[in-house]
């Protein structure tokens, strides 16, 4: 049995568990229903209750940050898909698919996805593709000022808050991690999933071929008497 995490993210933020959208939640719901014994993990299912989470000086609630989330339990979870991916399945009432010749070769994959999923290093050091959506300032506006909440969004808060904590995470995540790919948002949906799908089948092919390998090049050392 072999594994492999993915990890999505993107420029997208919060109030009051509201979410700008950058497509990030579409692209990985698409990409577990395409991606057979696949499970999904969404950052956005661990937020701290709301009187708990701290207040800046603007008045805003600060949801933008790790301290807003349950990453204790996020990483539990985490830990238990990869303790057993079947046992995560089942209980999850997902049907494992047989798509390799033997149970050694199968490939299970979890995808995570969230809008600070690289900023938390324990859980950005388990991921072997990391996949990073982005829409410019300007579309990532409009698309909030088009949606009706319920409360509104205060005055000047995408300004005064929401885009520099993107911009300070963006950051965070340029400096301290390597080996994303970053997504054009703008580009169709469809577009997208299916270049994103591409690259992780071709690494659950890569997995399943390394088993081969290894079993090739331990023949030859029996055939040529190298052990």
Not at 179 to 194: H, M, N, R, S, T
Request: one cysteine or more; hydrophobic letters at 35%.
């Amino acid at each position: 049995m072999k594994t492999l995490l993915v990890g999505v993210g993107g420029n997208v933020h919060y109030f009051s568990l509201r979410m700008t959208n950058g497509g990030k939640s579409t692209l990985s719901m698409s990409l577990h229903q395409q991606i057979p014994n696949s499970c999904l993990i969404a950052q956005d299912s661990y937020f701290k209750d709301d009187s708990v989470v701290p207040v800046d000086s603007n008045g805003f609630k600060q949801y933008d940050t790790l301290d807003a989330l349950h990453m204790d339990t996020m990483m539990c979870e985490v830990a238990s898909w990869r303790r057993d991916p079947l046992s995560f399945m089942r209980q999850r009432a997902l049907n494992p698919e047989h798509t390799a010749s033997s149970a050694d070769e199968e490939v299970y994959v979890l995808i995570v996805e969230g809008f600070l999923i690289f900023n938390h290093r324990p859980l950005n050091e388990l991921f072997y593709k990391r996949y990073f959506m982005e829409i410019p300032y300007d579309v990532c506006k409009t698309r909030r000022s088009s949606r009706v909440y319920t409360p509104p969004d205060p005055p000047g808060y995408f300004d005064g808050h929401v885009w520099p904590m993107y911009l300070k995470a963006r950051q965070e995540i340029e400096s301290m991690v390597s080996g994303i790919v970053f997504l054009d948002g703008l580009k169709p949906k469809e577009e997208l999933l299916a270049a994103v799908c591409k690259d992780v089948c071709q690494e659950i092919e890569r997995l399943r071929d390394g088993d081969y390998c290894s079993h090739a090049r331990n023949v030859r050392k029996v055939l040529f008497g190298l052990v």
